[in-house]
């Protein structure tokens, strides 16, 4: 119930493609879904964000589909570029913490070829 | 940007000894957190701390560990008898605001890599 699963593990993407990575969930208390990304040797910072009310959220190449009914979401880089090369996570807030812990997904490991 | 602090960055202990993983919050954040990321695995919670409180913990953190905001500007994870399997980075994060509030932005630090031997 607390967990979000995230797909996949890895993936590879050439310069210009899209990288699309889904994460879903079971917990329908999750009131926040925000994307992490991490490169090495730093902590997780925040990219982007939706809150359930909403199906989509745009910021600039990056895109969040969210479908509350399936519990899926799933990040979109659009015009990926080698610089986008690092580890996302997707997470969620439990809703019923007071303190907002998230949690996050396992996460996967983006490369994006030249 | 303001940025979370942590020191050190990697740390070496034998198994059984006491660290002590410190952290400086942005500086009008209220709420602090510790997290563990085991090589290769997710980001998982261990501890959330408030108005020098715990706030909430996970089953993770047990006994062995202790959080303290010794000085109004550190925070700080103590792992009194560390494992093997302790062995992990620790990111220490804060946010400005807490609950249901429009702003869910944690910010991270850039973690200590703890190695137990």
């Known amino acids: 119930q607390q967990q979000v699963k995230q797909s996949p593990q890895s993936l590879i993407v050439q310069k210009g493609g899209i990288s699309i990575i889904n994460c879903a969930y079971e917990?329908?208390?999750?009131?926040?879904f925000p994307w992490y990304q991490q490169f090495p040797g730093k902590g997780p910072a925040l990219l982007i964000a939706i809150r359930p009310d909403v199906s989509e959220k745009k910021e600039g190449r990056f895109t969040i589909s969210f479908n509350k009914s399936a519990k899926q979401f799933s990040l979109h880089i659009m015009d990926s570029q080698p610089g986008d090369s690092a580890t996302y996570f997707c997470?969620?807030?439990?809703?019923?913490?007071?303190?907002?812990?998230?949690?996050f997904g396992s996460g996967t490991r983006l490369s994006i070829r030249p | 940007e303001p940025e979370v602090t942590q020191t050190p960055s990697h740390q070496v202990t034998q198994m059984g000894q006491e660290v002590i993983l410190r952290c400086v919050p942005i500086?009008?954040?209220?709420?602090f957190y510790w997290y563990r990321q085991i090589l290769g695995q997710k980001v998982e919670f261990l501890v959330s701390?408030?108005?020098?409180?715990?706030?909430?913990k996970s089953e993770i953190f047990d006994d062995q560990f202790s959080v303290e905001r010794p000085d109004g500007s550190n925070f700080t994870l103590k792992i009194r008898s560390t494992k093997l399997e302790d062995s992990a980075m620790y990111f220490c994060a804060s946010r400005e605001t807490g609950g249901r509030g429009n702003n869910y932005g944690y910010t991270f630090g850039s973690g200590t890599r703890l190695t137990v031997v």
């Open positions: 997470a969620a807030n439990p809703g019923y913490s007071s303190a907002s812990k998230i949690i």
């Open positions: 500086s009008n954040h209220l709420y």
């Open positions: 917990n329908t208390a999750f009131d926040y």
């Open positions: 701390f408030y108005n020098n409180e715990i706030s909430e």
